[in-house]
């Protein structure tokens, strides 16, 4: 078990009770998503936490795979959507870096306050392409640290050590669209509430 895991499976139950810290913008970014959505979708959420995401796409979709790092968050998620009953969500506990499927498999896939918290993003980003049929989309919502606090870099490392924070890379807006085009994809849509917000990108393969 990695140290982020540990980290991830700690915090899982306070996790799953906090209320939405912007929900005006987690709406906006809902009803964006959605807007791209359509019934016949094979869709792909890596990152999903407790699955609350998941869970309010799924009506609009075929199929969601949702996959987490955490053992206990993906128990959280999949209680959630047992109690409201979705039954069109698999989750599994799975990096995408684990993961195996066919490429040109899913219509969409969803990498949501995750690509800050991964060793390689160009890896995760190259491979969610390869993933992607023709046209697909992958939306994004990432916190790039790099043009706000700049200075965790120096103390990001010695809070993992010490437990208090999981792997988390800073990095800034524009490095994150150069890694996105450098894999082929094309900024299709690109909104960011304020600095110090993470920034939503709906990228097309």
């Known amino acids: ?12 139950d306070k996790y799953s009770k906090q209320p939405i810290a912007d929900e005006v913008s987690y709406q906006k970014k809902l009803t964006v998503t959605q807007e791209y959505f359509n019934p016949d979708m094979e869709v792909l959420e890596f990152g999903c936490g407790t699955g609350g995401t998941a869970i309010i796409h799924a009506p609009f ?3 969601i795979r949702a996959i987490d790092i955490s053992e206990k968050m993906i128990s959280i998620a999949q209680s959630k959507a047992e109690t409201k009953k979705i039954n069109n969500i698999t989750f599994e ?3 995408i870096e684990e993961l195996k499927a066919e490429n040109n498999t899913y219509d969409a ?3 949501l306050s995750i690509l800050h918290l991964l060793e390689d993003k160009e890896g995760a980003i190259a491979k969610v392409y390869s993933l992607l049929k023709p046209e697909g989309i992958f939306v ?3 916190t790039c640290m790099g043009d706000f606090m700049g200075w965790f870099k120096l103390i ?10 999981p792997l988390v890379k800073v990095f800034k807006i524009d490095e994150l669209i150069k890694s996105l085009t450098n894999a082929g994809f ?6 960011q509430p304020s600095k110090d917000k993470a920034i939503f990108i709906v990228a097309k393969k």
């Open 109 to 111: 896939v969803l990498g």
């Open 156 to 165: 990001g490392p010695i809070g993992k050590i010490l437990g208090f924070f």
């Open 61 to 63: 979709v075929k199929h």
């Open 140 to 142: 994004t919502s990432t």
């Open 1 to 12: 078990m990695t140290t982020s895991t540990k980290f991830w499976d700690k915090i899982a």
């Open 93 to 95: 506990q799975l990096t």
């Open 186 to 191: 094309r900024i299709d849509y690109q909104w």
